[in-house]
């Protein structure tokens, strides 16, 4: 099936830096959310983009739908120990009638202590 | 409060046995989803329903089993031809699969073998 690319895979970063994580496809998307995970929990939705070249915030959260369709960043402002969990990108393909979700698999953030 | 409850949140399977997760929402969402999570990987799905008494198999559904008989409720079982059902399963709902709807997940259960 369809797959996303999401980079990285992890990330080590120091608490106040800026984080950036993106998903790339093959294929055109019309949806991107990006959510987050914590441990023992489920996915909660942080942004949800549907237009292309649209730039949505959420705090220190910022979103954007690439102009090709096929990609989309998520960026994280000055980065606090809360931060700390797995993002989630899951886009949704033009043409599907399904309206089905393909997922990427992750990027975990950890913050250095 | 409006949401998506999972029970249990911890579950143990004996060889050979079915074992059943519960999944109910007061969203009032028609569509509900069930997906697979293993270590290190994201979302796989396992069955979705559009509206009551309908569902279609995702992209892992051998060895599984739904029902939609209420709005609110989409069970999942485990059956006993799934030989590796240890992971993480996330029930998820969204307003419906007509326009593009973000899914609003529960809180998992996860299941091991004994």
């Known amino acids: 099936g369809q797959q996303l690319n999401q980079s990285p895979q992890s990330m080590f970063i120091q608490e106040g830096e800026d984080v950036s994580m993106n998903c790339t496809s093959s294929s055109i998307f019309n949806t991107w959310l990006w959510y987050k995970q914590e441990p023992g929990e489920g996915p909660v939705l942080l942004i949800a983009?549907?237009?292309a070249g649209e730039l949505t915030s959420n705090g220190r959260l910022t979103a954007q739908f690439g102009i090709t369709r096929k990609d989309s960043f998520l960026n994280i402002s000055a980065s606090i120990p809360s931060d700390v969990g797995i993002y989630f990108c899951?886009?949704?393909?033009?043409?599907?009638?399904?309206?089905?979700?393909?997922w990427g698999a992750g990027t975990k953030l950890i913050i250095k202590p | 409060d409006g949401g998506i409850t999972q029970s249990p949140k911890y579950l143990f399977r004996k060889e050979g046995q079915n074992v059943t997760l519960s999944c109910e929402q007061n969203l009032n969402h028609d569509a509900m989803y069930w997906y697979r999570q293993d270590p290190g990987q994201g979302l796989r799905l396992i069955y979705y329903s559009q509206i009551v008494n309908d569902f279609q198999k995702g992209d892992i559904a051998e060895g599984y089993s739904v029902s939609r008989e209420k709005k609110e409720s989409f069970p999942l079982t485990v059956t006993s031809a799934q030989k590796n059902p240890t992971a993480f399963y996330l029930c998820?709902?969204?307003?419906?699969?007509?326009?593009?709807?973000?899914?609003?997940f529960g809180d998992g259960t996860r299941l091991s073998i004994l």
């Open positions: 899951a886009g949704q393909p033009d043409m599907d009638s399904n309206y089905q979700l393909i």
């Open positions: 983009l549907y237009k």
């Open positions: 998820a709902s969204s307003l419906g699969l007509s326009l593009p709807q973000p899914q609003h």
